[in-house]
């Protein structure tokens, strides 16, 4: 069965009960999607191929048309949950697709306490990482419960409001002057401090929120990046234990952002207690904890490899020992080889001793090589893996031990599979096969500036027009880092002239149509929200302004104008309050009509950018059928060529048959005139033959008249031997008589034989059904002497309880009698 078999059946159902709005389907589309909510393949949810486009555009269109308490949309949201799972789709819920709005819509005071947690964990996973560029229609309505849950639902759906409120205000100033203007800033701020102390997980979240909005207000305290630091060692062993992964990236983003600016990241590394908080992490790791703990650890390690902690040199080894020996395990291969890539790129910046590094990697150097060819690797493991020998090309001993031990074969191997046509996937741009290439390319390209093997065979992986092609797709719409690399590629001596002319022509065949950028983040976030939103609450108190105040003014200016021509105006507050009145009545009706129109816009927005990811999905498919096509037409051109090489070989080795044939011809020629010398011979002695043929037949002739005589001779002989025929034929028919009578005598027994023999199997079928009578009767006779025999035990019984019975009638009788007796 097809995997995406009920992403397609519900975007055909979806589509038919949008436009029909039939009733009927509602079932069927339930049923899909409770399917697709247990599914184990996230696969299926990538966002990358036309399928998926389709199901979450018609996914968005539903969700919007119905009402919140439809079962229906709460299904929605459990596949929703479910395709967060996929990093990829994750993002695209955020920025491509605009789910935000939708659920923002969903949310509300008269849900139930699990329909709040269900869709506040929802709004976790695809509000992080979201770009607000400037104030949407969605966000007042979304942060204000957000807030008001925060500071009254002291439990799980707090805590998830307060995590859904760091991720839309993580980099994004809108989100954070609208939550300014929707709360009471200093009483938020002081809620917030009261929480800080409750757990971990509001701790680190109430302090990620403070930086930012401290960060808003002209950058973040050193006091509370030092005391945010402190929290997260003191806590990241319960984080990892619980494997709260989102609370894990809050770190590590935290981390991140701080050491990306030079002031704050010397507040960072002037933390005193790194190295004692690792040294604790490694010594209370053990084998035996969870794969999805170990991989939360290597990430968190990586973060600190990658801020350039000087106090963490002395642990390198033991980091990168752990790392080494957890790159087997498939579950956490990834951040473990992402862990030693950072360790090897830190210690060749660093001034220190890097011998005991290159001992450990030089160790587990064929252990990396296994898991780098082993078929049942993760594609990006291996891209991982490929990367990590690239950079150990650049340390010396560690090129020497790689161009000792990895075998060329191995990585063709790795690149021939990804750089045949019917192995790529069905979209135009795919980031992760470009990637892999690269990788092993670059991999190939460094040793080979060492070692004329490795150039020989970089100049063959570069010749197919496939790898070309990715390189040209990859110039045109990939991302800067990517393209950097491909710079560095081409600028290498294995990039010869030819494959730069193949470059070329391939970028050619490229139209600017076929550039397979995402679609990023237009800011408008159009999610077909429905409802209406204004900015500030005592807009939306105000009575709306119509055609009644409309009057009411004129007619108030009127009587103004009038009184001020007679000079009756007396007190002038009370009107100029009406006035200001009216004023505030337009401001907030033109508050009204353009929130409106900035909802209609980000619904139109947010449909257009659906149609655009529809399009380019087709687009996509199109182009992977003309690129499809145009392998076809290269495979021809080179059929032909080998056709017409072939033609040339047909043609010299017919004309070297001809002469061969030539000659052939002139011998047998030859051979024919000896042959006609032969049979003038032959025929010279057939004339003497023919001469000695004539004696023969005088002699023949007087045999002849010799078998005459002879012949009378023998009839004579024959007319005697006829007559003791007859009577021999006379005898011969009274013994025919006589057996006639023998045999009527045989046929008259056997008939009486034949009789017998029915009559005798007549009594043996008597016989049988009479014996198969008995049989039944025997197991009557049996069943019967059972039956006596339980009888017999049931009158023994009887007999015995009769007996018992007699005599207690016996007593009872002597007792009875005795006491009529008489008294004396």
């Known amino acids: ?135 949407e229609a969605h966000l007042t309505k979304l942060i204000s419960i957000l807030a008001s849950w925060i500071v009254n639902e002291k439990n799980t759906v707090g805590t998830l409001s307060l995590g859904v409120l760091v991720n839309l205000c993580y980099k994004n100033v809108p989100a954070i002057y609208t ?17 800080k102390t409750e757990n971990i997980y509001t701790t680190v979240q109430v302090l990620k929120l403070l930086t930012e909005c401290d960060s808003v207000s002209g950058g973040i305290p050193d006091g509370d990046i030092l005391y945010f630091v402190t929290v997260a060692f003191l806590n990241i062993e319960e984080v990892l234990r619980t494997r709260d992964t989102f609370l894990l990236r809050l770190i590590l983003d935290f981390f991140a952002d701080v050491s990306s600016s030079a002031r704050t990241r010397q507040v960072l590394l002037s933390y005193a207690s790194f190295k004692d908080g690792v040294e604790k992490l490694l010594d209370q790791y053990c084998q035996s904890d969870p794969p999805e703990e170990l991989g939360m650890l290597l990430e968190f390690l990586q973060t600190l490899i990658e801020i350039h902690v000087e106090d963490l040199l002395p642990l390198y080894s033991r980091i990168l020992q752990l790392a080494l020996c957890s790159i087997p395990c498939s579950a956490v291969a990834a951040p473990a080889v992402l862990l030693a890539q950072a360790i090897l790129s830190t210690s060749a910046n660093s001034s220190g001793d890097c011998g005991i590094l290159i001992g450990e990697f030089s160790g587990n150097l064929s252990t990396l090589i296994a898991v780098f060819c082993d078929e049942n690797a993760a594609a990006d493991v291996q891209q991982q893996l490929c990367e990590l020998m690239r950079d150990m090309c650049d340390v010396a001993p560690l090129r020497e031990k790689l161009l000792q031990v990895l075998d060329i074969e191995l990585v063709q191997q790795q690149i021939r599979p990804l750089v045949t046509p019917e192995d790529r996937p069905h979209y135009y741009y795919d980031e992760r096969v470009t990637k892999s290439v690269l990788s092993v390319l670059e991999l190939t390209v460094r040793l080979a500036q060492f070692d004329g093997r490795w150039l020989t065979a970089a100049s063959i992986m570069l010749e197919p027009t496939s ?242 005589t002879l012949s009378k001779e023998i009839a004579d002989k024959i007319t005697e031997v006829k007559n003791l025929e007859k009577e021999a034929a006379a005898k011969t028919a009274d013994y025919a008589q006589t057996l006639a009578k023998m045999e009527n005598r045989i046929e008259k027994r056997d008939r009486v034989i034949y009789e017998l023999q029915g009559e005798n199997e007549k009594k043996n079928k008597k016989i049988e059904s009479l014996q198969l009578e008995s049989q039944n009767l025997e197991e009557v006779c049996r069943a019967q002497e059972k039956t006596l025999q339980q009888k017999d035990a049931e009158m023994e019984v009887l007999q015995r309880q009769l007996t018992e019975l007699q005599r207690i009638r016996d007593m009872i009788y002597n007792i009875s009698a005795g006491n009529m007796r008489p008294e004396v």
């Open 1 to 135: 069965m097809e995997k995406c078999q009920h992403m397609k059946a519900f975007v055909s159902n979806a589509i038919h009960y949008l436009r029909f709005q039939n009733d009927g389907k509602i079932s069927l589309l339930q049923r899909h999607l409770q399917v697709l909510s247990v599914t184990t393949d996230v696969t299926v949810f990538e966002p990358n191929n036309g399928i998926s486009v389709e199901f979450y555009a018609c996914l968005h269109e539903l969700m919007t048309s119905l009402e919140p308490s439809c079962p229906l949309v709460w299904s929605a949201v459990t596949v929703l949950q479910q395709a967060c799972k996929n990093k990829s789709a994750r993002a695209a819920l955020t920025n491509t697709f605009k789910f935000v709005p939708v659920l923002a819509k969903i949310l509300g005071n008269n849900l139930t306490r699990e329909k709040k947690v269900n869709v506040l964990k929802l709004l976790q996973d695809v509000t992080y990482g979201a770009v607000i560029p400037w104030q």
């Open 179 to 195: 939550l300014f203007h929707c709360v009471d800033h200093k009483s938020f701020l002081k809620t917030l401090l009261e929480l």
């Open 467 to 708: 790898v070309h092609m990715i390189l040209a797709l990859a110039l045109s719409s990939a991302s800067e880092e990517i393209r950097r690399r491909i710079f560095n590629l081409v600028a290498s001596p294995a990039f010869t002239r030819d494959c730069l002319s193949q470059l070329a022509k391939s970028l050619c065949r490229i139209q600017p149509v076929t550039t397979g950028v995402p679609v990023v983040s237009t800011g408008v976030n159009g999610g077909g929200d429905t409802y209406n939103i204004s900015t500030n609450t005592f807009f939306n108190s105000l009575p709306p302004y119509n055609l009644e105040r409309q009057a009411r003014l004129d007619d108030l200016m009127n009587k103004l104008e009038t009184a001020a021509s007679r000079k009756e105006v007396g007190n002038m507050t009370t009107a100029v309050m009406e006035l200001y009145g009216h004023k505030v009545a337009m401001l907030a009706q033109s508050e009204r009509t353009l929130q409106m129109s900035l909802t209609a816009a980000s619904s139109h927005c947010t449909q257009l950018q659906h149609q655009v990811m529809q399009a380019r999905a087709e687009a996509s498919c199109l182009h992977q059928l003309l690129y499809s096509s145009q392998q076809c037409c290269e495979g021809l051109e080179q059929e032909k060529k080998l056709l017409a090489q072939k033609l040339e070989e047909e043609k010299s080795t017919a004309a070297a048959v001809h002469a061969q044939h030539v000659q052939d011809f002139k011998e047998k020629q030859r051979i024919i005139l000896s042959l006609t010398n032969n049979v003038e011979e032959l025929k010279s002695k057939l004339s003497m033959r023919e001469k000695d043929l004539e004696a023969s037949k005088q002699m023949i002739d007087e045999q002849l008249k010799k078998i005459n």
